[in-house]
C-alpha cells in the first residue's frame, strides 16, 4: 500500500453551472478543492457541495460504478464521477454535465428521451414458450447465457449517448443503450419477441442510422459493447430483408 | 396544487416498490398505478446488492432448513410466522424474475445454479454473477415498462402522508424538476423507500439511503420496530465503505489478522476449515454479526493489520486463481483495482466492516400492512420481522419480491373497499405540507449548515450507537441527537432555486435520518441485552425472560420517541443456542 495515497492535493474544478431560473446560458465556475490523492471525481464534488458551495446541483447516489446516476463530462470524456479517479488526470478538470442532452440544472441532463427511447424497444421478455411458475425455471445453459449476459450489463448511465455523434446529430436515433437492451432480449434463448422488436429498431431511426463509429463502446463504463449490438441488429436485419424479398418461401 | 388521482400509490421504485407495482398491473389493467421515487428506478440502491437470493429450490434442501437457518441467524428475534411465509413464496418468487428474464448463473444442464452463503446450511443463494441486486432491479424495472398503468414519477420527492379519517390516502412530494409540490391521493399507499444506513459515517449505502419513507410513517404515528438492529457487513473497503459481497467467502476466501491466522476459529466458528474449501455455517460462512464482531475483537486485541485507512484484516481470495474470480467475483476484481489500486488476484485486501443494512423499519404484519390502515411497507424500510437481530445474507433480496408483492395485493385490496376521501381535509393538510417547504425555503441562513449537523450526527452515532455499545456512550449519543434535532430547526437554506434543488432535498434528507437515528440510539439504550447485531458491553448476555421481544419506537415530536414492546411470534422453534462451529461436535 503506497502510503502517498492519502496525501492531499489542490484540485482546481471548473465546474458548469447553469440555472434556468437566472441564467441566460451555461458558463464555468473555478473551484479550488483540496482532495485527497485516491478520491474519484465524484468524491472532489461531494467535498464542494459539502464545503464550498451547497447549491451545486447534480446527481449521484452508489459510489461504486453500478447505479449510473454520476454520468458527466470529465476533460471532454463521457464518465462516471465515480469512476474517474483524480490520479488519472493532472491540471484543471473541467466538469459539464453530458454532451447531446439538454441542461435540466448545472450537471443534471434532462434524461426524457433516452427514457422514452429504453420503452420503445420492449426491453422485456417476450416468452417464446409460455411456461407456469409450477413448470419451474426454463432451462439456459452457460452458453447460451453466454449469448447475450454482456448486453444485460447496462447500468443506463446515457455516456454512450453522449459520445455518439449520430445522436447528436440526429436526436431521433434511438441510440446504442437501446438498441443493445433490445438485442439482449433478442439474443435470450427465453425470448420470442424479436420480430415485434425489429419494428423498432431495425428502421432508419435504428440501426441504420448508426455510421459504426464505435464511439459508445470505448467509453461504456461495463464493457457492454453497444457496437457490436448494433452491427449484429444490421445483419441480422439484413439477412431478414433478402429472406423476404427473395425467398420467401424460406422460413425465417 | 396540482392533485394526481391513484388507486395505488408507491413510495420507493426499488426492487420492493416494482415488485408492488407489476403484482398490482398484474391483478388488474385498469388500475390506476403511481410509481413515486426520488430518483429514476434503475437508481435505486437495489443496484448495488451482489450476493444472490435465497429461495429453496435443490433437492438436498428444505423449507424447514432455510427456516432454521433464518430463525437462528436472526437470534430468534423473528417473527416465525412471517419467516415461514416467506420462505414458501421465495422460491416462487426467484422462479417469477427467471421468466422475466433475471440472468441467473446456470448449471451445465440449464438449471438454476446456487452458491454457499452466510449462515447458511444448505446452498440455496440463487445469484447473477456478483450482481444479483443489479439484475434483480433491472429485470423488474424493464418488465413494469410492459405495463400502461403503471404510472411513473421519477425524481419526485415525497414528504409528508395525508391522514384523514383515520387511514392514509396519500401523500405530498415534491416535483424535483420544477420544484412545485403534487398531492398524490389515492385508496391506500406502499412505502418502499429503502434503508437509512446514511446515518453513519461508514456505510456501504448509496447517497439517497436517508430513510424517508421510515421517516414519514413514524411521524404520522406509525411505529418503528427493532430500529436497534443495525447490521455491520464484515467485508467493506476500508476507504470508501465499499461493499465486497459474502459471495467472496461463499466462493472460498477467507478472513486473516495480521499473523495470517484464520481468527474466526476463535470465536465459536471453528474449528478451521482448509483453505478454498468452505464448509457451510461455520468459519467464514457465519452469520454476519459474528464475524464483524470477531474482526472488532481483533483489532482491540492489537491482531488488526495497520492501514492507512485505519485498522483492518485481510481477505485472501488468491487461492479462488484468476479464472474463477473473473466468472464468480468480477466485479468486486473491478472495485478493488479502482478504489484501493489492489487486485485480489494478486494481494490479499484489507477490509473492515462497515454498516449495511438496517434489520428495523416501519412494524408491518405478514400481509405487508402498518398500524395504520391504508399504509403498506415493503423492503428494508419495513420490519415484518424475517430479518430479527441479524438478517442473513441474501434473505433481502427476497424480502423486497416476497413483500413487495404481497404489500401490493394487500393495497388493493385495502383501496377497492374505500369509498372516496375528504377532499377538504386532505387538501388542507397537503396545504400545511408545502406552507412547511416554504418556511424552509423564506428561513435566514443561520449557523447551522446540512453538511455541518450530517457530520456531528453520523459522528455521535458511530460512537455510541456503533458496532459495540455502552449505557454511557448511547445516553451520550442520544442527548446529542436530541441537541441535533432541536438545532435541526435552524437550519436554512443556501440555494433558493425551485429547479433541482438538491440543497432543499439534503435539508429534508437530514430530518428523515435524524428522526431515524433517534429511534435507533434510543432503543438501544433500552435494550440491556446482546443479541445479534445488539452488542452491549454491559450486558454480553442474551436476556430471552426480558427482552425477547421487539422495541416499538413511537414518534414524539420534538421528545425523544416512546418506546414499547411487543411479543415475539414464536411458532415452531424456541430459542435456542447459536452454533456455528462446524464439524466440532
Given at each position: 500500500m503506497t502510503e502517498n495515497r492519502m496525501g492531499t492535493r489542490q484540485v482546481e474544478l471548473e465546474v458548469l453551472r447553469y440555472n434556468p431560473e437566472t441564467d441566460q446560458e451555461p458558463k464555468f465556475q473555478r473551484f479550488t478543492v483540496p482532495c485527497v490523492n485516491e478520491w474519484c471525481v465524484l468524491d472532489a464534488l461531494n467535498y464542494l457541495k459539502d464545503n464550498l458551495d451547497s447549491t451545486l446541483s447534480y446527481r449521484w447516489s452508489c459510489h461504486m460504478q453500478v447505479c449510473g446516476s454520476c454520468g458527466m463530462m470529465i476533460n471532454g470524456e463521457p464518465k462516471l464521477a465515480c469512476k474517474a479517479m483524480l490520479r488519472d488526470y493532472a491540471g484543471v478538470i473541467r466538469v459539464e454535465p453530458l454532451s447531446h442532452f439538454p441542461i435540466e440544472r448545472d450537471l443534471v441532463s434532462v434524461a426524457d428521451d433516452f427514457m422514452a427511447k429504453l420503452k420503445r424497444v420492449k426491453p422485456y421478455l417476450i416468452p417464446g414458450e409460455k411456461r407456469t411458475l409450477a413448470d419451474g425455471e426454463y432451462k439456459q445453459t452457460p452458453a447460451q447465457l453466454e449469448r447475450y449476459k454482456k448486453y444485460a450489463m447496462c447500468i443506463n448511465c446515457m455516456l454512450c449517448y453522449a459520445a455518439c455523434p449520430e445522436y447528436g446529430l440526429t436526436p431521433k436515433f434511438i441510440g446504442p443503450a437501446a438498441i443493445s437492451l433490445a438485442h439482449r432480449y433478442n439474443q435470450d434463448s427465453r425470448d420470442g419477441g424479436r420480430d415485434e422488436r425489429q419494428e423498432e429498431i431495425a428502421t432508419s431511426e435504428g440501426v441504420w442510422e448508426c455510421t459504426f463509429v464505435g464511439a459508445c463502446s470505448d467509453v461504456c463504463p461495463k464493457h457492454v459493447d453497444p457496437a457490436s449490438a448494433l452491427q449484429q441488429v444490421k445483419v441480422a436485419s439484413t439477412v431478414d430483408w433478402y429472406l423476404e424479398h427473395f425467398m420467401s418461401w424460406v422460413k425465417k | 396544487m396540482e392533485t394526481i388521482q391513484a388507486d395505488v400509490a408507491i413510495i420507493g421504485a426499488g426492487g420492493a416498490g416494482l415488485r408492488a407495482a407489476i403484482a398490482l398491473a398484474q391483478a388488474d389493467p385498469k388500475l390506476r398505478i403511481a410509481l413515486v421515487s426520488k430518483v429514476y428506478p434503475m437508481r435505486s440502491h437495489t443496484c448495488a446488492a451482489e450476493g444472490g437470493a435465497a429461495g429453496v429450490i435443490k433437492a438436498d434442501d428444505s423449507m424447514k432448513q432455510h427456516f432454521d437457518d433464518t430463525v437462528g441467524g436472526g437470534d430468534w428475534m423473528c417473527d416465525q410466522d412471517a419467516v415461514e411465509y416467506f420462505i414458501h413464496e421465495a422460491p416462487k418468487e426467484l422462479t417469477q424474475l427467471e421468466h422475466w428474464g433475471c440472468p441467473w448463473n446456470r448449471e451445465a444442464d440449464g438449471s438454476v445454479a446456487v452458491r454457499p452463503f452466510g449462515g447458511m446450511k444448505i446452498q440455496r443463494t440463487w445469484f447473477a454473477a456478483d450482481k444479483s441486486g443489479f439484475h434483480i432491479?433491472?429485470?423488474?424495472?424493464?418488465?413494469?415498462?410492459?405495463?400502461?398503468?403503471?404510472?411513473?414519477?421519477?425524481?419526485?420527492?415525497?414528504?409528508?402522508?395525508?391522514?384523514?379519517?383515520?387511514?392514509?390516502?396519500?401523500?405530498?412530494?415534491?416535483?424535483?424538476?420544477?420544484?412545485?409540490?403534487?398531492?398524490?391521493?389515492?385508496?391506500?399507499?406502499?412505502?418502499?423507500?429503502?434503508?437509512?444506513?446514511?446515518?453513519?459515517?461508514?456505510?456501504?449505502?448509496?447517497?439517497?439511503?436517508?430513510?424517508?419513507?421510515?421517516?414519514?410513517?413514524?411521524?404520522a404515528g406509525v411505529p418503528?420496530?427493532?430500529?436497534?438492529?443495525?447490521?455491520?457487513?464484515?467485508?467493506?473497503?476500508?476507504?470508501?465503505?465499499?461493499?465486497?459481497?459474502?459471495?467472496?467467502?461463499?466462493?472460498?476466501?477467507?478472513?486473516?489478522?495480521?499473523?495470517?491466522?484464520?481468527?474466526?476459529?476463535?470465536?465459536?466458528?471453528?474449528?478451521?476449515?482448509?483453505?478454498?474449501?468452505?464448509?457451510?455455517?461455520?468459519?467464514?460462512?457465519?452469520?454476519?454479526?459474528?464475524?464483524?464482531?470477531?474482526?472488532?475483537?481483533?483489532?482491540?486485541?492489537?491482531?488488526?493489520?495497520k492501514t492507512p485507512w485505519g485498522d483492518c484484516v485481510w481477505l485472501d481470495l488468491r487461492h479462488l486463481g484468476e479464472k474463477k474470480i473473473n466468472e464468480r467475483l468480477p466485479f468486486v476484481r473491478d472495485i478493488c483495482i479502482s478504489y484501493l489500486g489492489i487486485d485480489p488476484v494478486k494481494e490479499m485486501v484489507p477490509i473492515r466492516p462497515v454498516v449495511h443494512y438496517m434489520m428495523g423499519g416501519i412494524h408491518t404484519d405478514t400481509r405487508a400492512a402498518t398500524t395504520?390502515?391504508?399504509?403498506?411497507?415493503?423492503?428494508?424500510?419495513?420490519?415484518?420481522?424475517?430479518?430479527?437481530?441479524?438478517?442473513?445474507?441474501?434473505?433481502?433480496?427476497?424480502?423486497?419480491?416476497?413483500?413487495?408483492?404481497?404489500?401490493?395485493?394487500?393495497?388493493?385490496?385495502?383501496?377497492?373497499?374505500?369509498?372516496?376521501?375528504?377532499?377538504?381535509?386532505?387538501?388542507?393538510?397537503?396545504?400545511?405540507?408545502?406552507?412547511?417547504?416554504?418556511?424552509?425555503?423564506?428561513?435566514?441562513?443561520?449557523?447551522?449548515?446540512?453538511?455541518?449537523?450530517?457530520?456531528?450526527?453520523?459522528?455521535?452515532?458511530?460512537?455510541?450507537?456503533?458496532?459495540?455499545?455502552?449505557?454511557?456512550?448511547?445516553?451520550?449519543?442520544?442527548?446529542?441527537?436530541?441537541?441535533?434535532?432541536?438545532?435541526?430547526?435552524?437550519?436554512?437554506?443556501?440555494?433558493?432555486?425551485?429547479?433541482?434543488?438538491?440543497?432543499?432535498?439534503?435539508?429534508?434528507?437530514?430530518?428523515?435520518?435524524?428522526?431515524?437515528?433517534?429511534?435507533?440510539?434510543?432503543?438501544?439504550?433500552?435494550?440491556?441485552?446482546?443479541?445479534?447485531?445488539?452488542?452491549?458491553?454491559?450486558?454480553?448476555?442474551?436476556?430471552?425472560?426480558?427482552?425477547?421481544?421487539?422495541?416499538?419506537?413511537?414518534?414524539?415530536?420534538?421528545?425523544?420517541?416512546?418506546?414499547?414492546?411487543?411479543?415475539?411470534?414464536?411458532?415452531?422453534?424456541?430459542?435456542?443456542?447459536?452454533?456455528?462451529?462446524?464439524?466440532?461436535?
Open positions: - | 432491479l433491472h429485470t423488474l424495472f424493464q418488465t413494469s415498462l410492459q405495463f400502461p398503468n403503471i404510472q411513473r414519477y421519477d425524481e419526485f420527492f415525497a414528504t409528508d402522508l395525508l391522514v384523514d379519517d383515520g387511514r392514509c390516502q396519500g401523500f405530498t412530494a415534491i416535483e424535483m424538476r420544477s420544484g412545485q409540490m403534487r398531492c398524490f391521493r389515492a385508496g391506500a399507499v406502499i412505502i418502499a423507500g429503502g434503508g437509512a444506513g446514511r446515518m453513519f459515517p461508514f456505510n456501504t449505502n448509496g447517497a439517497i439511503k436517508t430513510g424517508d419513507g421510515m421517516a414519514m410513517a413514524y411521524r418503528l420496530k427493532d430500529m436497534e438492529f443495525v447490521q455491520y457487513h464484515p467485508t467493506g473497503l476500508p476507504n470508501t465503505g465499499t461493499l465486497l459481497t459474502e459471495a467472496c467467502r461463499g466462493e472460498g476466501g477467507v478472513l486473516l489478522n495480521k499473523d495470517n491466522y484464520r481468527f474466526l476459529q476463535d470465536y465459536g466458528m471453528g474449528p478451521e476449515t482448509p483453505v478454498g474449501k468452505p464448509q457451510l455455517k461455520t468459519m467464514e460462512l457465519g452469520p454476519r454479526d459474528r464475524v464483524s464482531q470477531s474482526i472488532w475483537h481483533e483489532i482491540q486485541k492489537g491482531r488488526a493489520v395504520l390502515p391504508g399504509l403498506f411497507a415493503a423492503g428494508e424500510c419495513a420490519c415484518v420481522s424475517i430479518n430479527g437481530a441479524n438478517r442473513l445474507g441474501s434473505n433481502s433480496l427476497v424480502e423486497i419480491l416476497v413483500f413487495g408483492h404481497r404489500a401490493g395485493l394487500s393495497a388493493l385490496e385495502h383501496a377497492r373497499s374505500m369509498g372516496p376521501g375528504n377532499d377538504a381535509a386532505l387538501t388542507a393538510q397537503a396545504d400545511d405540507a408545502q406552507a412547511k417547504i416554504r418556511a424552509l425555503f423564506l428561513r435566514k441562513p443561520g449557523k447551522e449548515s446540512i453538511s455541518g449537523l450530517r457530520k456531528e450526527m453520523t459522528d455521535t452515532m458511530e460512537e455510541g450507537a456503533g458496532i459495540y455499545r455502552t449505557q454511557e456512550g448511547l445516553d451520550k449519543t442520544c442527548d446529542k441527537l436530541s441537541d441535533l434535532r432541536r438545532r435541526y430547526g435552524d437550519v436554512a437554506l443556501n440555494d433558493k432555486t425551485n429547479v433541482y434543488n438538491t440543497d432543499l432535498l439534503s435539508a429534508l434528507e437530514l430530518g428523515s435520518m435524524l428522526d431515524c437515528a433517534e429511534a435507533v440510539a434510543v432503543s438501544g439504550r433500552e435494550r440491556k441485552e446482546s443479541r445479534g447485531a445488539h452488542q452491549r458491553i454491559d450486558f454480553t448476555a442474551r436476556d430471552d425472560d426480558k427482552y425477547l421481544r421487539h422495541s416499538m419506537a413511537y414518534y414524539n415530536g420534538l421528545l425523544p420517541p416512546r418506546i414499547d414492546y411487543r411479543d415475539v411470534v414464536i411458532t415452531t422453534s424456541p430459542p435456542g443456542v447459536r452454533d456455528y462451529s462446524g464439524a466440532k461436535k
